[in-house]
Nanobody, 128 residues
């Protein structure tokens, strides 16, 4: 059974940084387009960033572009989200998602419900 496990969340002050990780228990990690979504308090789950199977192509929501960097290491079955210049509005549960069928370029406009696999999330709290 494929599992996605996020880590790296925590409490950070405004302007600070965090790096999230997502480890996939799958032998064919490079078959999956990967993405980060988040769910802010009282809001629906929303797209944050996506990375292609090779890692060469990346996509970001406008709200995080220039501050967050998504990457992956296929040798380690791991995806990362480096978050810089964090703001209180970034406070959310961050979820790792994977999909063998998706083209990473389409993930920004994909309904979260259409993603194949999900992790349980990691909480990021940014204090002002």
């Amino acid at each position: 059974q494929v599992q996605l496990v996020e880590s790296g969340g925590g409490l950070v002050q405004s302007g600070g940084s965090l790096r999230l990780s997502c480890v996939a228990s799958v032998r064919t990690f490079n078959y999956y387009a990967m993405a980060w979504f988040r769910q802010r308090p009282g809001k629906e789950r929303e797209f944050v960033a996506a990375v292609s199977r090779t890692g060469y192509a990346t996509y970001y929501s406008d709200s995080v572009k220039g501050r967050f960097t998504i990457s992956r290491d296929n040798a380690k079955n791991t995806m990362y989200l480096q978050m810089m210049s964090l703001e209180p509005e970034d406070t959310a549960v961050y979820y790792c998602a994977a999909d063998r069928r998706a083209n990473a370029a389409n993930i920004p406009t994909t309904s979260p419900g259409d993603m194949e696999l999900w992790g349980k999330g990691t909480l990021v709290t940014v204090s002002s």
